[in-house]
């Protein structure tokens, strides 16, 4: 996933930044030298993370965000933040990289406030959030959408009239058909951006973790 990313790129936000593959991430971005927003889901985890990581690299430029991307309105609200953010640290909202790398799996059908199912709320709807930053990422030079994907694709069967699997759940079809939407998705976003604005997607599989 990070060689994807150029040693020029300054500006990174991660989702899904406070543990596991993100954590990774930001702290072999670090090492390049990488102004960094992480992403995650609790204030307080953030606050802690954010400060851990400072500790270990005292020179680093890292900032976290809480939100719960879940909801709608958060991954809204979360948009205008990181607007605001690079406006006032750099005078513009520019972009280089986005790392989606928030994901869930469940096990049984559960639905979200918006209603809808957790699992196409969060693998599929939120990295959508590429879309909300796209004017930002427009104004960088050979900037870089990055998702997380998985091999379980290969086995997926599309539901097309029921794409939440509302109709006999189950978490590893829901999953499978979620990570074939991420490759349509950013597929078609090649096609119509990557010529015209020099944004390339890619979809990352980082194995069995």
């Not at 596991?20 to 927003?37: D, Q, V, W």
Request: charged share 20%.
């Amino acid at each position: 996933m990070i060689s994807a990313i150029s040693t020029h790129s300054r500006i990174v936000v991660v989702t899904e930044a406070t543990s596991r593959i993100g954590l990774a991430a930001i702290k072999n971005l670090i090492e390049k030298g990488t102004y960094i927003l992480g992403i995650g889901k609790s204030v307080e985890r953030c606050i802690n993370v954010e400060s851990d990581i400072l500790k270990q690299y005292p020179t680093s430029s890292v900032h976290y965000l809480a939100a719960y991307l879940f909801l709608q309105a958060h991954i809204r609200n979360l948009s205008k933040t990181i607007e605001e953010v690079l406006t006032k640290t750099f005078g513009d909202p520019i972009l280089d990289v986005l790392i989606n790398n928030a994901e869930i799996f469940s096990s049984r059908f559960v639905k979200t406030q918006d209603g809808i199912e957790s699992t196409f709320a969060v693998n599929h709807f939120s990295t959508l959030f590429s879309l909300r930053t796209f004017s930002h990422l427009t104004k960088s030079k050979n900037s870089r959408v990055i998702t997380v994907g998985s091999g379980s694709y290969f086995h997926a069967k599309m539901h097309w009239k029921d794409l939440e699997i509302r109709y006999y759940y189950h978490g590893l079809k829901a999953y499978g058909e979620i990570k074939t939407c991420l490759c349509v998705i950013f597929s078609e976003f090649n096609r119509r951006f990557q010529q015209p604005s020099g944004i390339q997607a890619f979809i990352a599989d980082p194995g069995l973790v």
